[in-house]
């Protein structure tokens, strides 16, 4: 099991940035692919961004795809979630989630065995 702590959530005004942090620790055998998802009220929760081991290889989704860019650092086992120009759209609770290196190419929830507790973003306008 790979626990992981995400940080950086908070308020943010239309047209504002926030970066998310994500931490992993314990067993990260099965933590090549690292992601992010998000729920927002009343919707299911939606696949945002996902990269490789290297990082060599990322993608997002088509609503955030231009504003939004993944990244990490394994040194740091640490993945982050860079939103730039947020909408009030983005308002939501986003999830770090990790898993073997499939998963970074289905980008399915079912492939992903860890999470973390999710941390709310909200847009204001």
């Known amino acids: 099991q790979v626990l992981l702590v995400e940080s950086g959530g908070g308020l943010v005004q239309a047209g504002g940035s926030l970066r998310l942090s994500c931490a992993a620790s314990g067993r990260t055998f099965n933590s090549v692919a690292r992601g992010w998802f998000r729920r927002a009220p009343g919707k299911e929760r939606e696949f945002v961004a996902a990269?490789?081991?290297?990082?060599?290889?990322?993608y997002y989704a088509d609503s955030v795809k231009g504003r939004f860019t993944i990244s990490r650092d394994n040194a740091k086992n640490t993945v982050y979630l860079q939103m730039n120009g947020l909408k009030s759209e983005d308002t939501a609770v986003y999830y770090c989630?990790?898993?073997?290196?499939?998963?970074?190419?289905?980008?399915?929830?079912?492939?992903?065995?860890?999470w973390g507790q999710g941390t709310q973003v909200t847009v204001s306008s």
């Open positions: 990269i490789n081991w290297s990082g060599s290889s990322t």
């Open positions: 989630a990790a898993g073997p290196a499939g998963a970074v190419l289905s980008r399915l929830e079912a492939d992903f065995g860890s």
